[in-house]
């Protein structure tokens, strides 16, 4: 301030410069700053601050997370549902459970309160989906073990299971870009999936092939006869 501004009050506002860094959510706060000049008569300048603002300080938080689509596709005798000529196919309803596990491998008991979710694939078109599994900046780090598994209990007539159940695992991670990255585990996974890594926009889709055979029986009598005879003649 100069002699000029003797006198005066200077009325500033103090805020954050909103950046454009992913997963960063910036401080909205605008502080109102009140300054007063007066002329001390010796050459110098008194300077006072005239608002109630006693400390600036902004915060800000920083978030990132990611969801993995599981989409299924049902075989039948390794074609699809349009390519296998199975009678009345549409009709016909395949249910497959996902299970939260609590650790890998196919003699891992089901994790107590994870993930369980049920879904039927219709044989019309032969694909479904689970609802999205979700990750947040709390799972960093963390892995998480998962089987899908059909049940043969309500397998139509005619049908047999996919002999193999489907088990993998989700490695969470975070660069600070605002997006966690999602890693599937080699160990965990047994369906050729090694080493790919999952972003918010990657769709997991696995097949399941179930078998079909069907059988019958069609009756035929008939008579003997020797030179025109029945036997007993």
């Known amino acids: 301030y100069t ?9 500033y506002t103090v805020s954050e410069l909103a950046g454009d860094q992913a ?3 910036y401080d909205g706060k605008v502080y109102q700053i009140h300054v007063k000049v007066t002329d001390n008569g010796d050459g110098t300048l008194k300077v006072e601050r005239k608002d109630d603002v006693k400390q600036i300080s902004f915060t800000n938080f920083y978030n990132a997370s990611a969801s993995l689509n599981l989409n299924l596709i049902k075989t039948i005798n390794g074609k699809t549902v349009d390519e296998s000529h199975v009678a009345n ?18 003699k ?6 994870g ?8 044989g019309k078109d032969g694909k479904a989906s689970f609802s999205p599994l979700s990750y947040t900046l709390a799972d960093k780090n963390q892995t998480y073990y998962y089987r899908i598994a059909e049940d043969a209990s309500k397998m139509p007539k005619g049908f047999a299971k996919d002999g193999k159940d489907f088990y993998f695992s989700i490695t969470v991670s975070d660069d600070g870009s605002g997006l966690l990255h999602l ?3 080699s160990d965990a996974l047994n369906d050729g999936m090694n080493g790919n890594t999952f972003t918010a926009e990657y769709a997991l889709g696995h097949t399941f ?9 069609l009756p035929v009598k008939g008579n003997k006869t020797i030179n025109g005879l029945s036997p007993d003649k």
């Not at 993930?115 to 219709?122: G, L, Y």
């Not at 092939?209 to 029986?217: D, I, R, V, W």
């Open 23 to 25: 997963g960063i959510t």
């Open 183 to 185: 890693t599937s585990d």
């Open 108 to 113: 891992a008991s089901p994790k107590k309160n």
């Open 89 to 106: 196919l549409e009709d016909k309803e395949f249910t497959f459970t996902l299970t939260e596990m609590n650790g890998k491998g196919e």
């Open 115 to 122: 993930k369980t979710e049920t879904i039927t694939v219709s």
């Open 3 to 11: 002699e000029a501004d003797a006198g005066k009050d200077f009325y």
């Open 209 to 217: 092939n179930n078998t079909y055979s069907a059988s019958g029986e």
